[in-house]
């Protein structure tokens, strides 16, 4: 029988110094799993590093905002008036 990726996932032992190390060593995953933000939990108030990532967390908002409108900015016409 072969092992599942959650059989794989429960057979590390990984740890938040590993988790850091591997982000160390690869510093554009973020950039290219953005996704990954979203898992994430927002750090408590005052801590250091919040502001960043509220203005990651605003930017990626304005940018997804954008995607989003660009099929419709086309197309959009004001309504005829009345």
Known sequence: MSE???DVEHDMD???DDIL???RDNPKFLKR???AFDLLKQPFQGQ???ADFQSYMIERL???KE???KPHKSSWKPPAPT
């Open 21 to 23: 190390d591997y982000l």
């Open 62 to 64: 304005k940018a997804d």
């Open 48 to 50: 250091k590093g919040v």
């Open 14 to 16: 990984l740890n938040d």
């Open 33 to 35: 799993n953005p996704e």
């Open 67 to 69: 995607e989003v409108m």
């Open 4 to 6: 599942t990726s959650q």
